[in-house]
């Protein structure tokens, strides 16, 4: 199965991330990258960018990448570091790498870069894999 197709799958049934706005930039086995543009409704009560759009586009590019051999994988466990600022208008970019495929498990390194390529957060994601297919 083509990665692509399962990503492009996902994606079109995503509500969320299709909210967020992400684009897909490359997707290839164990491997996603993506964008997304910060908009005014992102903010949370205190008028900055809610620290939960970039653990969500992190999240999204996690799912893309361990999904990506067509064999269903959820979330075990996630964490983040938030680095610097995020502001509306604002490029992100998540880079997920595949650290480890096991079979029942995998580990992830997602890193989300701004447009001026400075690191605003850094994910790692560790998921199960189920056994079925993501596509049939």
């Known amino acids: 199965m083509n990665p692509k197709d399962v990503v492009n799958h996902m994606l ?14 490359e997707i290839r086995e164990g491997f996603s990258k993506i964008k997304m543009t910060v908009r005014a409704e992102m903010l949370n009560g205190l008028g900055i960018v809610h620290g ?13 990448a361990c999904n990506s051999r067509n064999n269903l994988s959820v979330a075990l466990d996630t964490s ?3 680095i610097k ?17 096991g079979r ?4 992830y390194q997602i890193t989300i870069t701004n447009q001026d ?9 560790t998921c199960f894999r189920t056994g079925k297919a993501v596509l049939h």
């Not at 995020?86 to 790498?97: M, P, Q, S, W």
């Not at 029942?104 to 580990?107: C, I, V």
């Not at 390529?117 to 994601?125: E, N, S, V, Y």
């Open 12 to 25: 079109i049934t995503d509500a969320f991330s299709n909210w967020l706005g992400i684009e897909v930039i």
């Open 52 to 64: 939960g759009i970039a653990f969500s586009l992190a999240d999204s590019a996690f799912a893309f």
């Open 80 to 82: 983040i570091n938030f």
């Open 85 to 101: 600022a995020v502001h509306i208008g604002d490029t992100l970019v998540a880079e997920a790498i595949e650290m480890h495929n």
């Open 104 to 107: 029942s498990t995998g580990l």
């Open 117 to 125: 390529q400075q690191t605003i957060a850094l994910f790692k994601g």
